[in-house]
């Protein structure tokens, strides 16, 4: 399914296979058990039991000390920011609107029917609500006096590491601990990200804060003693970032899919943790079934184009593709982001996006300026001098993010400005 | 025409100089530049103190650039600004360059090779600064291009993280454009740029300095609202309980520069763990035949009179330079040395006079420079103090040591008294 989705919204896609390394020689036989259900009852028919040479084949710089694995080969990554801003460019293609800085804050519930929904940007009366709102996902059920879940966040960080420890391995991987099983997640892994850095964790912590995604030094330095144990040349001094998220599990660890309780029109989505990205294709086609049933039949929009084409990579390109854009606009042949190699022209093209973010963040997420090894720290204020000239403001009306969010104060006073 | 006797890479101080010399002594040559204009970070540095040992005079970054920039002119030397060197193979007589710019991508040749493509700076994550994910956490060099090229305030108070050269120069600049920089915290125990600029950037602007301290988190959803201080110990991790929150809206960051060698490293040229450059000879010729690496590239310079004169160094030799297999020695670093330049020599070349730059590990008193053959003395120098933020510069005749290609050089320093 994956395939042929992000085929369509012009998302990249690499199937880099997984691998699930075990240090405990007897497990071989109950594994293999499992491996053979999901070959042939799960039909994930790819699936095989590895050797440690074999793996140690394929992956030289892994400890060489596990016993076997489990390969998926089929098993894939994209860039789930990447993948999320192309659904939702391709839904404002086809007619949808997308509200940004929009937040619910309440609604007019009556007879069990929502009526409305007020947010801070006014009010609108929908025929029918889908509550994905992640974390808070439990208060927009109460809006909606329909609460009979309630959601319990779980920290998880991530660091992202240099494009050349992206050579030390090109899969996914983790460790299966049988003794001291870790419960939630898969207890991190390594991932070889489908733009070539590699990306170490997530951990697992508890947290009463739902928008808690402030890092701290013990998750990185935990993470990093796990996965040294996987591959020993791993280390924290190739780390160009790293980041927090917030899952979102209900008290039973289960996905809530499903019509409202006490609500006639809304329909929950909620406790989607992880695998929540790998499942939301297959989750939105529940969704739409309902949808359609709760507004008694719907028609099929006959002019819905499921194409996205995307921005272009240069970078990927040979020089004569690059060559016969850079011919049609020239913007393609001036270099901003000297670690990535994006041009003005990509830039741009993410402004004149179907929806546009006119932030540095913004930007950033659609065509990667800042995010390799210099962190924006050349491209930055030239990426900011590009958004300020695009909505003819002056550079201090340009956020990072957020509204409040800003980056410079206006003109410097006394500015002996070095001549243009 | 696409060929070249030399192409240099970089137009920043170093590259102009190699450009420049390499032209004086014959050799066709052509300069690629990112950027639209020539001068490389010197452009931002609109502050004084450049040029002293060159030129005896206080120019301003953009004023040493312009020297240079004239000579190049007037030699009548190719330059391809705006343009970004995307790939560079390897040929049997030479190198391909391959370029791209708002013309469009195209390839160049050239018998020898020279990378100046600068440094790059340390940024709030390689020095593991936790908490959220705010603006207003800029490196120094950032803010300087706000300030100097786009004429804007990055700040309003600010916190400077890490006592290097850069970071005291802002420290001074952003005093005068109106900024209130709440002190400049470093991490180590001494501090880490010019004493000078210590004197004429912190002292006379009354900006406390701490020693010892480094910042730990920051704050805010948005804009940045606060930083978390603690104190370190010797080895410079946070002592528990020392912790202190510090409100401003920007933290700025002089930690340390990486020379950039991105494109080095996809030829096969071997680094140096010390000075995070190429590993060269007295030539400036890295382990691949035919390239060359000066200025910041090679290493961080604290003057840029080091950087024009490595380049020059860059510059003859990649004119001269014709195939020739190398008999090399590697000078090593033992005790007390933390980088030293070059870390081989050429013994098949002319080592009478050879310009070595070293920087002292730790700051040490009344000490000298030993080199060892073989573990005999062969060569002493006394210094008064020596100092890790000060790059120091010796020329040295090697033809006298007696030197194979198994001999053990070892560099080291050494106290004479107590
Ligand atoms: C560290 C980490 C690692 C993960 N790794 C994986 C993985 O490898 N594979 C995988 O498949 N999944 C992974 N996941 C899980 C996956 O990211 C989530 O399951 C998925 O993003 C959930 O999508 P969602 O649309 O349900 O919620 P979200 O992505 O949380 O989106 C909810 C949206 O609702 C908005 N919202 C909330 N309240 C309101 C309101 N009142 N008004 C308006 N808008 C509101 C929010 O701003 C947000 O944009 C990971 C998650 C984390 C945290
Ligand atoms: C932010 C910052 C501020 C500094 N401030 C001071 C100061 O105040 N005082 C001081 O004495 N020293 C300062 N320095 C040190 C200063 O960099 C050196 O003294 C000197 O300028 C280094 O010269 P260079 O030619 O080696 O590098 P640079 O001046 O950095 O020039 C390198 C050039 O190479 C170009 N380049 C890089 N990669 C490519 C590519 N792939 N294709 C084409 N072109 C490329 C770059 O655009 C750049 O113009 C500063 C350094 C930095 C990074």
Redesign the pocket.
């Known amino acids: 399914m994956y395939g042929d989705v992000c085929r369509d919204l012009g998302v990249e896609f690499k199937r880099v296979g997984q691998y699930v390394c075990f240090n405990e020689a007897w497990a071989k036989p109950i594994i293999s058990a499992y491996v053979w259900k999901r070959k042939h009852i799960d039909k994930i028919e790819d699936s095989e039991i590895i050797s440690g040479k074999e793996l140690h084949r394929r992956e030289p710089n892994f400890n060489g000390r596990f016993r076997f694995a489990i390969s998926n080969p089929s098993t894939g990554c994209v860039c789930p920011y990447g993948l999320t801003i192309a659904y939702a460019e391709n839904a404002v293609m086809n007619g949808a609107k997308v509200m940004l800085n929009t937040a619910v804050t309440s609604m007019q519930v009556e007879n069990g029917r929502i009526i409305s929904v007020s947010t801070n940007r006014g009010t609108v009366f929908p025929h029918i609500v889908i509550n994905a709102a992640g974390v808070f996902s439990e208060e927009i059920a109460k809006m909606a006096n329909d609460r009979f879940f309630s959601i319990h966040p779980r920290r998880g960080t991530n660091s992202i590491l240099d494009k050349k420890a992206g050579r030390y391995m090109h899969s996914v991987a983790s460790i299966k601990e049988l003794a001291a099983s870790s419960g939630h997640t898969k207890g991190g892994g390594i991932l070889h990200t489908v733009h070539d850095n590699l990306l170490i964790g997530p951990d697992a912590v508890e947290t009463s804060e739902k928008e808690n995604v402030a890092t701290n030094p013990e998750s990185i330095e935990k993470v990093f003693t796990r996965q040294k144990n996987t591959m020993p040349v791993l280390s924290e001094r190739d780390i160009i970032t790293y980041f927090t998220g917030v899952r979102a599990p209900t008290f039973e660890e289960d996905f809530i899919i499903e019509k409202g309780r006490k609500c006639e029109n809304i329909i929950h989505c909620a406790g989607i943790q992880s695998p929540g990205l790998t499942t939301a294709p297959a989750v939105a086609l529940d969704i739409e079934k309902m949808t359609v049933e709760m507004l008694g039949g719907a028609e099929k929009n006959p002019g819905f184009n499921p194409i996205r084409k995307p921005i272009p990579p240069l970078r990927n390109m040979s020089d004569e593709e690059r060559a016969a854009m850079i011919e049609k606009n020239p913007d393609y042949g001036e270099i901003i982001c ?1 670690c990535e190699e994006i041009s003005k022209g990509e830039i741009l093209d993410a402004l004149n996006s179907p929806i546009c973010v006119p932030t540095v963040d913004g930007v950033k997420k659609r065509v990667r300026p800042g995010m390799g090894r210099c962190q924006g720290g050349f491209c930055s204020p030239l990426v900011t001098k590009i958004i300020a000239e695009y909505l003819d403001e002056p550079l201090n009306k340009v956020r990072k993010s957020y509204d409040g969010s800003v980056i410079t104060y206006g003109s410097a006073k006394k500015g002996e400005k070095a001549d243009e | 025409m696409n060929n070249y006797d030399v192409i240099v ?7 102009l100089a190699a450009a420049i010399q390499a032209k004086k002594d014959g050799a066709e040559v052509m300069l ?4 639209n204009r020539l ?4 452009k ?2 609109i ?1 004084d ?2 040029g002293l040992v060159r030129f005896e005079e206080k120019l301003s ?1 953009p004023e040493y650039a312009e020297r240079f920039i004239d000579e190049f002119n007037s030699l009548g030397i190719k330059a391809l600004t705006l ?3 995307t790939k560079i193979a390897k040929t049997a007589d030479g190198f391909e360059i391959h370029i791209v710019n708002r013309k469009g991508t195209a390839v160049y040749n050239c018998n020898a090779l020279v990378l ?6 340390r940024t709030a994550k390689q020095v593991f600064i936790h908490g959220t994910r705010p603006s207003g956490v800029f ?3 950032t803010a ?1 291009h706000f300030t100097n090229l786009l004429g804007e305030l990055p700040a309003k108070k600010c916190v400077i993280l890490g006592s290097g ?2 970071g005291l ?1 802002m420290a001074r600049r952003l005093t005068l454009e109106g900024c209130k920089v709440l002190g400049v915290y470093e991490a180590k125990p001494t501090p880490s740029g010019l004493t000078r600029n210590i004197h004429q950037c912190l002292n006379d602007y009354d900006i406390p300095l701490y020693l010892s301290h480094t910042v730990t988190r920051v704050f805010g959803d948005e804009r940045l609202e606060a930083v978390e201080i603690s104190q370190v110990d010797e080895k410079m991790r946070p002592i528990a309980g020392t912790q202190k929150t510090v409100e401003c809206d920007a933290l700025i960051l002089s930690v340390g ?1 990486i020379p ?1 060698n991105e ?1 080095a490293e996809t030829l096969g040229v071997e680094m140096d763990s010390g000075t995070k450059g190429p590993v060269c000879d007295e030539k400036l010729m890295t382990t691949v035949d035919g390239i060359f690496s ?4 090679l290493h961080v ?4 009179d080091y ?1 024009s004169e490595s ?1 020059e160094t860059a510059g003859a030799a990649a004119a001269a330079y014709k195939k020739a297999k190398r008999r090399t020695v590697r000078l090593e670093r033992g005790n007390g040395i933390m980088s030293l330049v070059p870390q081989m020599l050429d013994l098949n070349g002319t080592t009478e006079a050879v310009t070595v730059y070293f920087r002292s590990s730790a700051v040490v008193n009344n000490c000298s420079l030993k080199i060892t053959v073989d573990g005999k003395d062969v060569f002493r120098k006394k210094y008064a103090f020596l100092r890790p933020p000060e790059m120091e510069r010796l020329v040295i005749d090697f033809s006298a040591f007696g030197l194979t290609p198994d001999s053990k050089i070892l560099f080291e320093t050494e106290v004479t008294e107590k």
């Open positions: 000297r | 890479i970089g137009g920043g101080p170093a590259g690629i530049e990112r950027e001068g490389g970070i010197l931002q540095c502050h103190g450049f970054g343009t970004f060197v100046a493509t600068g440094c790059r700076e490196t120094a060099g300087q050269d850069i120069i520069l950039e494109l000066c200025g910041n590239a310079n604290d003057l840029v950087v380049g």
